[in-house]
């Protein structure tokens, strides 16, 4: 029985030689390629779409910190902290309606 396995197993090794490897290893190889050939398409097409995300929450963030840092230094709270947060929604909004649009 054991001799019978080893005839079998040979033969197929043979066979795996003779076609260039295992079938389903070159299949998953193909579907990785495939797949990160899909990863690297969506990641360039989201580029500008993610770099407006990004100009708006920073825009948001700077200007809103500025504004708190007047705020602190006049004692003027809340007011230039909020004309920050304001402008910097204004700011961010532009760059991202300039971004959706340019296509």
Do not use: C
């Not at 948001?60 to 709270?77: A, E």
Request: no cysteine.
């Amino acid at each position: 029985m054991f001799s019978q396995g080893g005839v079998y197993w040979s033969a197929v090794l043979r066979h795996r030689n003779a076609t260039g490897g295992n079938v389903a290893e070159k299949r998953r190889r193909f579907s990785l390629a495939r797949t990160a050939q899909s990863l690297q398409e969506n990641v360039s097409s989201a580029g500008p779409a993610a770099a407006a995300s990004y100009t708006l929450i920073g825009a948001i963030m700077l200007l809103g910190g500025i504004g708190y840092g007047i705020d602190r230094w006049r004692g003027t709270s809340p007011w230039f902290l909020l004309a920050g947060l304001l402008l910097g929604v204004v700011v961010g909004f532009y760059e991202l309606i300039k971004t959706v649009y340019q296509k």
